[in-house]
């Protein structure tokens, strides 16, 4: 009687230590389980993140701009197949406030920002003239069967002053030409000279330097340039 007791009372004391043994090996496991999809997660992070250091700086608005092109594209296809006119459609989808929003947009955006210099503005009427070009399919087909191989050509290839240009070609040239003029004349800041002035310069340089001191000063001196016209200056 004596040995069973004691065997039970080794179980029950026995049977707590394996429990705490058996809470500890789990324990572990789950933290190591924990600590291996940390590593993971990490690591795909760490990927990830090495990837977009690798695209390029403006690759966000270019991935926002590809979605918006391929949805546009989708709904013109939507309308085409409905009998749609898209623009309309999408005017109708534009709310009041956008709408506001691009207007005001437009008009602080200003591509002309005055003569700045010859380059830049040789380059703006380039744009301009540039955007004025849609292309004449009948001619280029014609321009093509006329030359035959010549139309591509090479270092062989002689063709200098054979161009003729169309009557339509140099009429659109000489309006432009006319536009231009008009524009210059509008823009014309010479002034009118005016006869009842005084004469208090000898050249034109002169005049501009009088002007400039009268602005500045011409309000301290107003007093003594009428005493030295009247001759009653001490």
């Not at 990837?51 to 092109?69: D, F, I, T, V």
């Not at 008009?107 to 955007?131: H, I, M, S, V």
Request: proline share 3%; with cysteine; charged share 45%.
């Amino acid at each position: 009687m004596a040995s069973c007791s004691e065997d039970l009372a080794n179980e029950e004391v026995e049977t707590p230590a394996s429990q705490k043994r058996e809470d500890r090996l789990r324990k572990f496991r789950e933290l190591h389980f924990k600590r291996n999809e940390a590593r993971k997660l990490n690591h795909q992070e760490v990927v990830e993140e090495d990837k977009r250091l690798k695209l390029p700086s403006n690759w966000e608005a270019k991935k926002a701009r590809l979605e918006w092109e391929l949805a546009d594209n989708e709904k013109r296809k939507e309308c085409a197949a409905n009998g749609e006119d898209y623009d309309r459609v999408k005017m109708l989808e534009i709310t009041a406030d956008d709408a506001e929003r691009w207007e005001r947009k437009k008009k602080k955006k200003n591509p002309d920002t005055g003569f700045a210099g010859y380059a830049e503005a040789q380059f703006r009427q380039y744009q301009r003239l540039t955007k004025q070009i849609r292309p004449d399919l009948e001619s280029y087909e014609k321009q093509r069967e006329e030359y035959g191989e010549d139309f591509h050509p090479t270092s062989n290839t002689l063709i200098h002053g054979t161009h003729v240009p169309t009557k339509e070609g140099i009429d659109r040239m000489v309006e432009d030409v006319e536009k231009q003029i008009d524009k210059r004349a509008k823009y014309s800041r010479r002034r009118a000279y005016n006869d009842d002035a005084d004469i208090d310069y000898i050249n034109e340089r002169n005049a501009k330097f009088n002007k400039k001191a009268e602005r500045f000063y011409g309000k301290y001196t107003a007093e003594i340039k009428q005493n030295l016209e009247r001759g009653t200056a001490v």
